[in-house]
Nanobody
């Protein structure tokens, strides 16, 4: 079955960096777009970044453009989110996502940015 396991979250000061990873299994990873979402307390889950199956095209929500980079390693079945110049507004639980008939989610990883 589809499994997505996020890691790499933590507590960081404003202006710092983190790199999130999402290890995928149970499907042909290289055939699917992958996405990162986040959900802050009291807010709806929002799409942060997406990447095509071969990694050639990426897209970002406006608030993270120029600071976050999504990438993938199809040999390792892993998608990454490099987050630089972090701000307190980036504090959220970050989720990896794939749509394979249904929406599949990982368990999430907490990112907390202190001011």
């Amino acid at each position: 079955q589809v499994q997505l396991v996020e890691s790499g979250g933590g507590l960081v000061q404003s202006g710092g960096s983190l790199r999130l990873s999402c290890a995928a299994s149970g499907f042909t990873f290289s055939s699917y777009f992958m996405r990162w979402y986040r959900q802050a307390p009291g807010k709806e889950r929002e799409l942060v970044a997406a990447i095509t199956s071969a990694g050639g095209i990426t897209s970002y929500t406006d608030s993270v453009k120029g600071r976050f980079t999504i990438s993938r390693d199809n040999a390792k079945n892993t998608v990454y989110l490099q987050m630089n110049s972090l701000k307190p507004d980036d504090t959220a639980v970050y989720y990896c996502n794939v749509v394979k008939g249904f929406n599949y989610w990982g368990q999430g990883t907490q990112v907390t940015v202190s001011s």
